[in-house]
């Protein structure tokens, strides 16, 4: 996924990848170096994507001090963790349902302030710890702590494919990846590059995509008639629709562009109600077009949107 | 919300925020060098607010003694914790409900006497901690203990707006903000600096607030037939009334100021009682109006004073 | 509480408060002074009176052993802590029913022998520690250890008042102390001298108050019909009915007297029974009306004379 | 109680108590300097009694090895425990229902192999530790795991006197001792003397004491009857048996000193049957009276019988 | 089981057992070596095969890093774990369904990305970690967890023979073998020689052997219908289909060899539905069956079939 | 019971017992020095029995490795545990059913592989730890973990006597022996002696002992009908019927001989069904009759035989 993006400028010789431009995004040493009037040098990076596995110790997640090289050579000897690598890039946690709840609390700590604070014995460091955080899991195995499952912008569910001949393409895909993985690379470069080269379009034409204030307030109402907590589901909305219509190169939000991303970004912020029989996906979609004045879909081609599928 | 109040006089270099005319609210070695006849250097500072982390330490919240130092150079070497950076200041936790145990019993241990007493290996520190508690939290996901409860003066609940177009104007100074934060906070600080004028002025009026007798015993007779445990709830009433009448500039306070704040002085020290199907912010108000002579309420508005809104 | 006990004689320079008359009372340092001839220099000190934090550790509580300290100079390096302040004097923990089991262990091996006993690594420090135990608590919250219950001589319901204008009469001392401490304080001071003075003119009497023969088999009696378990209660409610009248300035105990404290020698004492719906000191009071031949009381008033109200 | 026991014979510099006689109570050190020849000094002691605090560590009661000692001086670095203390002495548990399951393993490996060993990095010291085991609790708060229950020989229950003089009498004894130990001590050691030269006379007795074999059958069988596990039940009523008669100073036993003791030595290794409704000690009563052909005995005083009442 | 496997190429000197010519098979430092153009040594090892002890410590099989020597030595002192040693080998772990928790994480992260990853205070060492995965255990004593469970290309279930005859022997080969282990070992060697050609040429016959389209979309729709998810039961229906045709010399794959391997593939991937009472061996018997068109085999012959009996 | 057994040839100055002609139970010292040539000296040893007491730490168990003198003297320090001790001897452990879930890991880890690997910071010591396992317990006091059982060959339920002139008999030797234990010793010297003599040729004999097919056939279908997991008990059986009758002095197993051990062998390995009201002793001793085609026995005598009284 990270191969799909852009580079980014970075601070050439910075282990938490400060931006050379905003003061926000970098660490106290590099901000100081620019305040002394330093150039900073400035380097091209890939945007990072972070495996954090379920058996990550704290220490490696957040860092570490060396207090005794900190206390004999008096330097703030600190070694930066997953959280520093991540930041400006992608943390990816699979069985992400799983994760220990301490690490959760980091996670939600960094999350809040897009900091991370490490202190041992006195001696405290911060860095930036922005990242887009992606998580994957079954929901059979566990639910998110719900402080969690709100952070997450947008939730797709993933179901295995039943028709047999998609499967064996698959299949065909992954046997020829593991019997020759440089060949299938080679392959697929060109594909990636097409779609690279929209994404930076994309990205471009996004701060000109517009969405009327009338369409603002119906995307509310969808989100306050389904009782969702707190506005993070209406700013969401906001934000897929439009990254949905620069992606196909538009400067206006279609309502069909909202119909494809309504169900992502809200579904999983629904609260659950045990006796209820509908989908939450299927919910959603039926809010939505009541709201906008659309048919009511039938549940299954309903499903088959709310699970994004164009 | 620190933004709004006053700047307040410290002893310049001091992490303890001790005030230079009140010795209880020195830490010990100000208070020594006081009692040396030393001058003490007097600077503003900015009521600070401090975010205490669900996740922190204990070290991190208490502050900590480097015995090594201590024990080597004779001196007490202590690194000042939260509790001390919160000294005169807000202490804010968010998720309060969901904080540890451990955590709970040193806030209660220093809300209950003012001080932060740090012991290891024998060496004893203690300085002042005296800060406003503000909590939030999720009720859903677990009650606050007794105790921590009944430290907290007021209590409000918040619940998301409904109305769409509420919801909108929301969203779209959540963006402006991120799009734009300096820009932003350019543009509010003028209605910023009115609302501080206003503060100044309130706490300026506070002292010549009166509240007669009769009223307060109608206070007393409220908590006293709703049962509330303990006179904390009766005096934030006092205090709480009186406030309001002077940030409105006035030195009376009206039976309009209590039905205001009734609510969110008591509400939360009601014993809960698993049958009770009515809305203890209601009870509230119904109590209060019987015992002040006012027509009872009807529900939905009760509802809405209750929380605060005017 | 602690201000209006008279002063008492120490050892001048020990941590342990030695009385530099009674062998027992002396730590091992001071009586091996004494027993080599030395002449102790005494002082006077204020019964003190020390909190018992619910988040003490051990260490804190018992104190210390200075390990490095003991091998390297070869003394018995120890720390004193709370239990060594409290010696001869008042160890008060709020909260008691929710202190920590390992704390409550200590406190009854202390209050059980008269002894702190510390060891590390093979080093073994004793002093005394004699205190009288005050506690208080929200029996809501969770019960005490029938051991730690055992331990206290009297127990007192206290309930917040109902009537509004002492509740506003408390709020408004509350409120002057907060305003102007020390002037409170002043203000307080010729109430607490004469106090402390009947006081001392009490204790003197206490010796010469007797308790005649066939009152004493009737208070055992009581305790008997009673069922209460041990002898504590016995004794107690015969040293309390004797202080009450000594306190009173007399040199009789009067069934008054008696009548008085008997509810709380012995209300916490009863065997807690599920089925029962009269309330424990009500039921105390019966009993002794019943033995003492005394008409029986109304409930109300006797579970206010039960409460120690005159 | 141990103030009535006869000195003991102890090798004189040794913290085990090692006996000077009997190699199988000597610590390894004592034995070592007996075989190398050497002549012990031999001092006379009191019989030792131990108190083990619930709270203690296992490193204090079981001693510790001071390892840097070890290494760095070569020798055998122990620091002796209260187990080393108690040796041929008696070990005295309250709240013995209460005592942490790793102190009750602690125990039960002492108890028997009548050694303890205490190992650390690889360095073994193991020093006897013979002692009586004596217990107090109280059974409503917990009770004791069965193991440790079976190494008890005999239990006594022990309820407060419901007799309003006799309460008197105790309470005036304790009086008098709280308020002057010393002159209680002399005035109890005529009677203190008497008893113990009575307990020497006893011990001097007791090898000569028969029980003739029927009986012994008849104590068999009555364990047989009663189903109780193991053979402990009936050696501790033959010992006992023996000692009582030895006691009056008769060297033969009699069923009354049979039913004198028989229900202290088994009543508590019954199987518990929750539909039983037969006080224990009762039951053992019948069975013993049936077997010997006595007639049954009131419930009344069989219950006092049972429970060693004279 | 490792004795039938040819030998493999293994760099000489190195304790991953690094391919000397496939990087993504070679420890950092190998492929640093090769990198800098030196020529490997190369060596032939046997397949080996790693016992991982349920109570192996995470620091066994991760293996650890030397602090110290890393700090004074400025090397990388790392001293390879079980995963080290098992990989490109076998890592068996018996009662794998009681393995603890851990010991499953760190398994699931390194068959997750074939890399073992240490970190111990900021230094991180990382070595290729490839392994078959082979467990057995005891089904009733605890289920293994999902995602441990999916990591199973194949299951057998292993019953005890119940034919007397047969139990006979296997009793006599064990005596046989306990009696004089090498003469039993000798017996064997021609066979397992037999044996291991057998399998070399089958190794060497794999990638010729075909498997048309329409069976490969068979397989899939049988695990589609089955509702199995993800793909990985097509992909290992497919090679073990490969993979038994080759162990006969033949290089079409028959529906009889399908129909060896199905149930081994599958039947630990159905869902278990507590409500069904078909064996879920049989169950994918059936499936298969149906959907090549097969008649549906008897439950008694299925069950053997798919135990995997020929 | 180890006095009853045979010397063994041991490696004189070897603390793992190591024998001096099996490669497979030396230790790699032995080994190692044996493969340089060196002629190893030889001792008689008895056979060692071994208390594992219930609170041993692992440390003692299994050894310890001094880190320090490793590092420091290059040298391998282990200081050998428990298991060591018990190599080629008895390991007894009183109240197995107890036993920490970690040490009976430890104990399942050496009796699968016959050796103790011990592991610190990346030192690794094995040496051999075949030993014969003897545990007893209360089975009411929790049942042991079925693996653990399943290392059991043979299992005995001893229950009280219950015959009062057997207890008395029994009491009887226990006084004399805690009387004086050397006499006692002495008196019993020549029944041992015998009793060894009779063993030692038993253990001449048992090659030559001979257990025909069809008998071996009839046990193994005994083992079958009754649904016995593995074939442990069909081989302990053997063993044992072999052992019985080489301790009678025969060459020939007898069907007796099998009567008198199958139920011992067998009992515990049954699967525990809540429904069964049948002993599974009894269910033993009538499939065996069944089997064999003997009268099946009265449930009384079987019961004893089952037990294996003879």
Redesign the interface.
């Known amino acids: 996924m990270a191969d799909l993006l852009p580079e980014i400028d970075v601070v050439a010789d910075d282990p938490f990848n400060s931006d050379p431009n905003d003061p926000?995004m970098m660490s106290d040493a590099v901000r100081d170096r620019k305040n002394n009037g330093e150039t900073l040098p400035i380097a091209k990076a890939k945007v990072i994507m972070v495996?954090l596995?379920?058996?990550a110790?704290e220490?490696?997640v957040c860092?570490?001090i060396?207090i005794e090289k900190a206390l004999s050579e008096g330097v703030k000897a600190f070694?930066p963790g997953l959280l520093a690598k991540a930041n400006r890039g992608i943390l990816y946690v699979?069985?992400v349902n799983l994760l220990d709840d301490?690490l959760v609390?980091?996670l939600?700590?960094s999350a809040?302030?897009g900091w991370n604070?490490v202190?041992r014995?006195?001696i405290s460091i911060r860095h930036p710890a922005r990242f887009v955080l992606v998580g994957s899991g079954?929901p059979e195995?566990g639910e998110l702590r719900?402080?969690l499952l709100d952070r997450f912008g947008m939730s797709v569910e993933v179901r295995?494919?039943?028709?047999?001949?998609q499967?064996?393409e698959?299949?065909e895909q992954?046997?020829a990846f593991d019997a020759n993985p440089q060949e299938f690379m080679v392959k697929c470069q060109a594909e990636q590059d097409a779609l690279q080269a929209r994404l930076v379009a994309a990205q471009q034409l996004l701060p000109s995509v517009a969405l009327d204030?009338d369409t603002?307030?119906?995307?509310?109402?969808v989100?306050?008639e389904l009782d969702?907590?707190?506005?993070r589901g209406?700013?969401v909305a906001?934000r897929a629709a439009k990254a949905l219509a620069a992606y196909d190169g538009r400067t206006e939000v279609s309502v069909e562009d909202l119909a494809q991303v309504i169900g992502l970004c809200l579904r999983h912020r629904l609260r659950k109600d045990p006796l209820e029989t509908v989908d939450s996906g299927l919910k959603v979609q039926k809010t939505f077009c009541r709201v906008f004045g659309l048919p009511e879909p039938e549940s299954e081609k309903a499903m088959a949107i709310a699970n994004g599928r164009r």
């Open positions: 926000e495996d596995p379920l058996g110790t220490d490696r860092g570490t060396d070694e699979d069985e301490h609390d980091v939600l700590d809040a302030s604070t202190e014995e006195g079954n195995e719900p402080q295995t494919v039943k028709d047999p001949e499967r064996v698959v299949v992954r046997s204030y603002r307030v119906q995307i509310s109402q989100c306050s969702i907590d707190g506005l209406d700013l906001n």
